[in-house]
């Protein structure tokens, strides 16, 4: 008979990849084999992906049946479902399963998919404790949100993302604890996953990034979830999503070639010419893959090795979409960057999307888009073929409608051209382009002109590029492209006092957030813009600001000046220039005890210990804590030094204390940030021995009170100060000062002294500020006090208490032939 | 264990955006850097200007910046970006299990 001559082909596995293995042979040779598949589920074959949906409730088990028993049984296909197989006699040909069924083959296919991941931590095999794998879990995963209560997931991956989402919906309180710092960190850049997590959050799931999980607590039943820190999470149930490995056991004892999947070559066979796999459980050209696209490929080259004859499998290249209803992303590729990498990127805060596109020798090799995927396919498809898209690249970022409109269409201009007088371009201001055209053809041939005259762009800018079209389109050569007010730097169009403005007006508080709202068109900033960001979100938000120690100079991170040699100089604060024995004893035991190079006098009245490496500034900061005294803030955009004289303690010119009051300004105004360093003295008579000309805020005293000058640099360009006003007591020289403080606080570009500062808006506003408007400056003192309540804490002290220590320690050591872990 | 990586520790020790280093004994002191998309990245910590300590530089997209006079060195080539001109040795990193590993003959060429 004809069927005794048939081969035998044996599936291990009633997945994705194994039963499209056997339709894709099917298709090509329906009399070919004789074919048993093993299910380790007791169920037919269902498309795993779609999961999610049925967990979100969107669909149900029916729906998401790929073959049912009537397939099988049509196709002479004998399945055994809820038995696995336990061992492969590879000589005997044949296979062993749980039940204790044996089975001979010609040919066995390994398609066993792979495991979840657990982390070993403690507690991880309490009930209540699910992973997210098939339809059993979500079976489990409905039946704890039908009691309602509080989900844990770990893993802020695709999978761990779906699983909070469905249960969500299910009605639990869902956290989702996430290892790295971005949510979907090996799909998204930074600025994407800032906009998945507001986006989480606003719908009301907590999501905690960097969390650590230390221990799964619980008696019979998961309770909590404890992280490294301390936190504890209250848990009903804990949903584990932290990863998959391939399932490769039977693989392995069966002896057969394995790595981090089951080696294959190009035709999916392994080492035994017999046995052949795919899925997730193999390893072809030395990747293993985690998505569907790839298996239909592997199950493709199988069936034409089994069948018509060999094709050969060249591996995939990938792309993610997220499966949370409303919530559109897509990533594909290698967006890493580089030098020979290209960014182009748009963003739009107004409709909340984030695209960005890698291009490397005019070709795409990755893409992330946030908010509007619809273009996905498009770069997706250019990034695998490897097109040229330099004919394109323009108008790339715009998609593929714009960007394919044609010759013309293809250059952003010519868009922009094409566009009718009443098309509205800037939204914020209702502005058409007919009324900008005629403002440009009345003589505004700037962008800030337009601004000035239109408004358009003026409010959130995104229409920026628009308008610098309009301008090109209608004056030509004429246009300079020169803008009278430079932007912060080439990440962004917006000027600092834009920046400043925005991030009050629409409450921005982290630097992503800045980021995407104002169109930066960098991914995460430049060493320009990110420190001047971080200080206008702090001195916007004094109570909430969290620190972002990467937007800070070395200087401000290590609260230390770097040297030449990489070394650092530390100079602890002397209020006023006043010394005492035990300060300096302690200052002589640090230079000994540390062996520092050098200690000087500075020219602003303090000690400057030179020479300490950065793993021993804890130490000498303890040590000089101990003696009493704090960071001096030397390395800081922050105040410095405050110079004084003798003054009328000893001084036979001496008109007033001005060695106590340069104290109490000092004790006042350190540890405030500021847009650059701030240098303040107090001479005790018009002599004027502690230069007090040449200073930020100087005083000089005289009989009658205090003369207050503003403005004086002596560095680069010498400038004196300008007199604000004359004031009668202390009290009101330290009301002056602080408002004068804030009110430069407030205003001044980042890296901006008072003096070019001063010459920028004119004495005359800041006397009519501080002067002239008691109740202004009132508020201003105020708001300097109110931040200074924040700022006041010595960072020395905080760093030898442990914090940020990673800064302090090397991440490890390497001796020849032997690493070792510092921590 | 495979003897040409060196195990060098837990991947989120190294902060995002930032920087740690690696004494070698012997040898030259090794910076690692972390990306925003967690790459991990290592470089001779030694500018190639004036020798400044590219650790403690601004890290934005794969590139960071040297915290003596500025320059940008690129984390992928070591190569100094823009006008200036100069090279950084690199050295073969990678993630496994969220630990970092350093490829050694690199990472202990010139030490003794
Ligand atoms: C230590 C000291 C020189 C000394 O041995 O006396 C010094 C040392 C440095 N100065 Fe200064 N300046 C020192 C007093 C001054 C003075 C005089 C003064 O404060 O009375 C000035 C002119 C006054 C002024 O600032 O208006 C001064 C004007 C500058 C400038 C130019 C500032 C400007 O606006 O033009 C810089 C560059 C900068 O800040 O961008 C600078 C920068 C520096 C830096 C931070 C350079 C750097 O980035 O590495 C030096 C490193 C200090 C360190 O490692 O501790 N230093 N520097 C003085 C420390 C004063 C203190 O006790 O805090
Ligand atoms: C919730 C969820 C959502 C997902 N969403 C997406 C998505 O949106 N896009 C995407 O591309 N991918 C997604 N994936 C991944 C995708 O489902 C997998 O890549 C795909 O299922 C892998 O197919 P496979 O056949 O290799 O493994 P599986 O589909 O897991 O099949 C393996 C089968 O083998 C069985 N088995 C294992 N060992 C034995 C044994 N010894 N004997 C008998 N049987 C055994 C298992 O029980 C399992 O049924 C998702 C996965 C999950 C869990
Ligand atoms: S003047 Fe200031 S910046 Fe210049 S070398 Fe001296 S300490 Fe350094
Ligand atoms: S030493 Fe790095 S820029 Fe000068």
Redesign the pocket.
């Known amino acids: 008979m004809v069927k005794e001559q048939k081969e035998k082909l044996v599936v ?9 293995a056997v339709e894709e042979i099917l298709a090509r040779d329906p009399e070919r084999y004789d074919i048993v598949i ?4 007791p169920r037919v074959n269902y ?6 949906p049925v ?1 979100a409730g969107d669909k149900t088990f029916d729906e998401i049946v790929i073959n049912d028993e009537a397939w099988y049984a049509d196709n002479g296909i004998e399945l055994v479902s809820g ?4 061992a492969i006699d590879r000589e005997g040909k044949e296979l062993r ?1 749980r039940s204790g069924r044996t089975e001979s083959y010609d040919r066995l296919l390994i ?4 495991d979840p991941f657990i982390i070993p931590v403690p507690g991880h095999d309490l009930p209540g404790v699910i992973t ?3 339809l059993d879990d ?1 079976e489990k995963m409905l039946a704890a949100a039908e009691r309602g209560g509080e989900a844990v997931v770990i893993g802020g991956g ?2 761990g993302l ?2 909070a989402h469905g249960l969500f919906l299910r009605g639990m309180e869902v956290t989702v604890l996430h290892l790295m710092p971005t949510l979907m960190e090996r799909q998204l850049d930074e600025a994407a996953g800032f906009l998945l997590k507001t986006e989480l959050e606003n719908r009301g799931q907590t999501i905690l990034t960097g969390a650590d999980t230390a221990e799964i607590v619980g008696e019979s039943h998961v309770e909590a979830v404890k992280l490294k820190d301390g936190t504890e999470i209250p848990a009903d149930i804990v949903v584990m999503a932290v990863g998959i490995r391939p ?1 490769v ?2 693989a392995l004892e069966a002896g057969l070639e394995v790595g981090r999947g089951i080696v294959v070559d190009d035709d999916m066979r392994t080492r035994d010419p017999s046995i052949f796999a ?4 193999v390893e072809h050209r030395g990747l293993v ?5 790839p ?1 239909w490929e592997m199950c493709k080259a199988l069936a034409d090795g089994c069948t018509t004859g060999a094709t050969g499998y060249r591996g995939s290249v ?1 792309s ?4 949370v209803s409303g919530i559109d992303l897509f990533s594909a590729g290698d967006f890493s960057g580089g030098e020979d990498c290209e960014d182009v990127v748009m963003r739009d805060a107004a409709r909340g999307i984030y695209k960005r596109v890698v291009l490397k020798q005019d070709r795409i090799v990755g893409a992330v888009l946030y908010g509007d995927t619809a273009d996905g396919n498009w770069y997706f498809d250019l990034m695998r073929q490897e097109e040229d898209v330099s004919d394109i690249r323009e108008a790339i970022i715009f998609g593929q409608a714009f960007a394919s409109g044609g010759g013309a269409l293809a250059d952003p201009n010519a868009a922009v051209a094409a566009l009718s007088d009443d098309a509205e371009i800037c939204g914020c201001n209702g502005v058409s382009k007919g009324s900008i055209v005629s403002a440009i053809l009345d003589g505004s041939g700037t962008l800030d002109a337009v601004r000035g005259c239109t408004k358009a762009s003026a409010s959130c800018g995104s229409c920026t590029n628009l308008v610098e079209g309009l301008l090109t389109i209608t004056l030509g050569e004429d246009y300079s492209g020169e803008r009278e007010v430079k932007p912060m730097c080439g990440c962004t169009s917006f000027t600092h006092e834009d920046a400043r403005r925005l991030i009050l007006e629409k409450e921005l508080k982290e630097i992503p957030a800045v980021m995407q709202e104002l169109h930066w068109t960098t991914p995460d900033g430049c060493s320009s813009c990110r420190p001047a960001l971080n200080y206008y979100l702090l001195c916007a938000w004094p109570d909430e600001h969290k620190e972002d120690p990467q937007s800070r100079f070395v200087n401000e991170r290590l609260h230390a000046n770097i040297q030449k040699d990489g070394s650092y100089s530390v100079v602890p604060r002397m209020w006023g220039g006043i010394t005492n024995p035990r300060e300096l004893r302690a200052i002589a035991d640090v230079v000994e005890k540390y062996d520092a190079g050098m200690v000087k006098v500075t020219g602003g009245q303090r000690l400057d210990i030179f020479g300490i490496q950065k793993e021993d500034l804890p130490a000498v900061w303890a040590d000089l804590n101990a003696a009493g005294m704090v960071s001096g803030h030397a390395y800081g955009k922050a105040l410095r030094t405050v110079k004084t004289c003798v003054g009328s303690d000893w001084c036979r010119f001496g008109t007033q204390d001005s060695t106590g009051l340069g104290i109490k300004m000092e004790r006042m105004s350190w540890g405030s940030w500021m847009p650059h360093k701030f240098k303040i003295a107090v001479s005790g008579c018009p002599r004027n021995c502690a230069e007090a000309t040449i200073k930020d805020f100087g005083i000089v005293c005289v009989d009658s009170g205090y003369e207050l000058m503003v403005g004086g640099n002596g560095g680069i360009h010498l400038r004196g100060t300008d007199l604000l006003c004359k004031v009668e007591t202390e009290g009101e020289a330290l009301e002056f000062c602080a408002a004068f403080i804030q009110l430069y606080r407030e205003e001044a570009r980042y890296l901006d002294r008072t003096a070019p500062w001063i010459e920028r808006v004119g004495l005359d506003y800041v006397k009519q500020r501080i002067v002239e408007d008691a109740e202004g400056r009132s508020a201003l003192r105020d708001r300097f006090l109110h931040a200074q309540t924040f700022l006041q804490k010595d960072p020395w002290a905080e760093r030898v208490a442990g914090a940020e220590a990673h800064l302090h320690q090397h991440l490890a050591e390497i001796r020849p032939f032997a690493a070792v872990g510092a921590e | 264990m495979d003897a040409n990586w060196l195990d060098i520790g837990p991947v989120d020790q190294l902060p995002a955006l930032g920087a740690r280093t690696l004494p070698v004994q012997g040898g030259q002191e090794i910076a690692l850097f972390r990306t925003a998309n967690g790459k991990v990245f290592a470089l001779h910590n030694k500018c190639p200007h004036k020798q400044g300590p590219l650790s403690q530089g601004i890290v934005h997209d794969t590139t960071v910046t040297c915290p003596l006079h500025n320059w940008r060195i690129s984390l992928l080539t070591g190569e100094a970006q823009g006008e200036d001109k100069g090279c950084v040795p690199t050295i073969p990193v990678k993630v496994d299990g969220g630990r970092i590993f350093i490829a050694r003959a690199e990472a202990l060429a010139g030490a003794r």
């Not at chain 1, 398609?111 to 792979?114: E, I, L, V």
């Open positions: 291990i596995g009633n997945g994705m990849a194994g039963c499209r093993f299910g380790a589920e498309n795993r992906i779609m999961l999610s967990l038995d696995s197989v336990i399963s398609a066993t998919g792979s997210f794998r098939d979500v695709l999978l779906e699983a399932n056991r039977l795919v899925g997730e459980c893959y985690g998505l569907v696209a298996l990938t993610t979409k997220l499966k």
